[in-house]
T-cell receptor, first 115, second 113 residues
Framework: GNSVTQMEGPVTLSEEAFLTINCTYTATGYPSLFWYVQYPGEGLQLLLKATKADDKGSNKGFEATYRKETTSFHLEKGSVQVSDSAVYFCALFQHGSSNTGKLIFGQGTTLQVKP | DAMVIQNPRYQVTQFGKPVTLSCSQTLNHNVMYWYQQKSSQAPKLLFHYYDKDFNNEADTPDNFQSRRPNTSFCFLDIRSPGLGDAAMYLC????????????FGSGTQLSVL
């Protein structure tokens, strides 16, 4: 079945460092791909998405490119801030019949940014 | 301005004692989801409603049930909680089931004693 695998955390960086969080997926067809972020004490919220191969999703300085050849959707940011400390979830959307489409998540990667 | 509200934030129950978690939304979305998230694991979909149509995941235990009395509210009932059911329960909504953009509540952390 479809699945998502993320790099294990926690990832600890100093402020202004470069961030990469790896995400790979297994799927039939070409699903839409997503990054969700969960700040402390809050629910998950959509960070960015890409719907087809070679698309780049971007938001708040974060970017991820849909790579069909490597089945990857790595999250990157050039200069992280303390406020980026959160848990990041990679996900794919699995289409289904009769309103049964659903998101499948990776296990999440905790990012800690130190001043 | 909370759009998906889950109550309570923390819930403690006893082994085998039925418990109900609640979720409400102000977005008027058609779809409401319940996910179970255990520590350091991926959120796992239990079931979802498209309007009044209930869709149960194949591997969701019978111990878990859900009700959606109207568009705004959805409940998760755990009939006989076991220690393994301790987890964060996430409610989410979406306009439809085609796009993958979900709006999440803050979750209810369930402890089973």
């Amino acid at each position: 079945g479809n699945s998502v695998t993320q790099m294990e955390g926690p990832v600890t960086l100093s402020e202004e460092a470069f961030l990469t969080i790896n995400c790979t997926y297994t799927a039939t067809g070409y699903p839409s791909l997503f990054w969700y972020v969960q700040y402390p004490g809050e629910g998950l919220q959509l960070l960015l998405k890409a719907t087809k191969a070679d698309d780049k999703g971007s938001n708040k300085g974060f970017e991820a490119t849909y790579r069909k050849e490597t089945t990857s959707f790595h999250l990157e940011k050039g200069s992280v801030q303390v406020s980026d400390s959160a848990v990041y979830f990679c996900a794919l959307f699995q289409h289904g019949s009769s309103n049964t489409g659903k998101l499948i998540f990776g296990q999440g990667t905790t990012l800690q940014v130190k001043p | 301005d909370a759009m998906v509200i889950q109550n309570p934030r923390y819930q403690v129950t006893q082994f085998g004692k039925p418990v109900t978690l609640s979720c409400s939304q102000t977005l008027n979305h058609n779809v409401m989801y319940w996910y179970q998230q255990k520590s350091s694991q991926a959120p796992k979909l239990l079931f979802h409603y498209y309007d009044k149509d209930f869709n149960n995941e194949a591997d969701t235990p019978d111990n878990f049930q859900s009700r959606r009395p109207n568009t705004s509210f959805c409940f998760l009932d755990i009939r006989s909680p076991g220690l393994g059911d301790a987890a964060m329960y996430l409610c989410a909504t979406s306009r439809d089931t085609t796009g993958g953009k979900l709006f999440f509540g803050s979750g209810t952390q369930l402890s089973v004693l």
